[in-house]
């Protein structure tokens, strides 16, 4: 029973030959900007990443006018300017955050 249990989880030797090759040409650089060199990998995470913080902003954003702020007795249009301003400077910095190197 141990064989066959081995025998399963094998990884055909093409499909590690096929995960490389997408490997490679994901990290293949496509030109350079500065000291960041960019490839299809690093385009696909800023995107991701895009993503990422566009549904937080939201998220939050509907967070604070809907639960929050009604707490402090505003008005609709000042929730919404608060929950606006704040959730657009707190996807920013995520964002900044997330794709900063270190340096």
């Known amino acids: 029973m141990g064989g066959h249990l081995r025998r399963l989880w094998r990884i055909p030797s093409q499909v590690i ?3 490389s ?10 030109f350079r900007l500065e000291r960041e060199t960019i490839s299809r990998r690093w385009l696909f995470q800023v995107v991701l990443l895009l993503i990422l913080v566009a549904i937080l902003a939201r998220f939050f954003k509907g967070v604070l006018k809907d639960q929050l702020l009604p707490r402090l007795g505003l008005d609709l249009g000042n929730r919404e300017a608060i929950s606006t301003v704040v959730s657009g400077a707190g996807g920013t910095g995520f964002h900044y955050c997330s794709t900063s190197s270190g340096d």
Request: aromatic share 24%; hydrophobic share 60%; glycine share 0%.
């Open 17 to 19: 030959e096929l995960w």
């Open 21 to 30: 090759f997408f490997t490679s040409v994901a990290d293949a650089p496509l």
